[in-house]
């Protein structure tokens, strides 16, 4: 079995900041995910991508930049964190076969805005 | 949105107890996922159905669909209270994503 490894596991950040999460499989999964979840809703997809250095924007891109930098890892960043911002951040790995398959999630990031 | 039920629904039951959660979809879809979450960690695959298939059965949990309504059920026969956490089901767009709904949270008490 495989694994996915999400860092850190907890953010606090200013508003207008920068800030970067990072995500690493070793499953050798093809495709890799970055979903945002807010208390009491589902999962929104921000970025995914199909291969190394590929990228592809989800619904709730604007905002966030990503970067597949090799196959087994992949890193989104807000751009300008928002002030009471609070939410967790889902990275997940599938194999080619994508929405067809298995996603497998990390334990996620969970950010904080102050 | 893809989903026809958009708010996070809530149920509680007795442990062993039968339940049922049920979701409906606006598009087509090839595959219906089912993912079970437990506080404080993502989500894990519990049942894949695809679409051509009626009924899917997993130890306890039993899934359908049903693609003339657009609809899955994902259901837990005799519910025991490690079976607590949010149940969300996803559609695929057969383009290498998926869509998930806003989740069903199941409380089951002793």
């Not at chain 1, 850190?8 to 495709?31: S, Y």
């Not at chain 1, 199909?50 to 890193?75: P, V």
């Not at chain 2, 994503?97 to 089951?108: C, E």
Request: hydrophobic share 30%.
């Amino acid at each position: 079995g495989g694994i996915i490894t999400q860092t850190p596991k907890f953010l606090i950040g200013q508003e207008g900041q920068k800030l970067t999460l990072k995500c690493q499989q070793n499953f050798n999964h093809d495709t890799m995910y970055w979903y945002r979840q807010d208390s009491g809703k589902g999962l929104r997809l921000i970025y995914y991508s199909i291969t190394e250095n590929d990228l592809q924007k989800g619904d709730l891109s604007e905002g966030y930049d990503a970067s597949r930098e090799k196959k087994s890892s992949f890193s989104l960043t807000v751009t300008s964190a928002q002030k009471n911002e609070m939410a967790v951040f889902l990275c997940a790995s599938s194999s080619d076969r994508g929405g067809q398959d298995t996603q497998y999630f990390g334990p996620g990031t969970r950010l904080l805005v102050l | 949105s893809q989903w026809g039920e958009e708010n996070l629904q809530a149920l509680s039951i007795q442990e062993g107890e039968d339940v049922t959660m049920n979701c409906s979809y606006k598009t087509y879809t090839t595959v219906v996922h089912w993912y079970r979450q437990d506080s404080g960690r993502g989500p894990a695959l519990i049942i894949l159905i695809r679409s051509n298939e009626r009924e899917k059965r997993s130890g306890r949990l039993r899934a359908t669909l049903d693609t003339s309504s657009q609809s899955s059920s994902l259901s837990i026969t005799a519910a025991q209270c490690e079976d607590t956490a949010v149940y969300f089901c996803a559609t695929d767009d057969n383009n290498n994503r998926i869509f998930f709904g806003d989740g069903t949270q199941l409380v089951v008490k002793p």
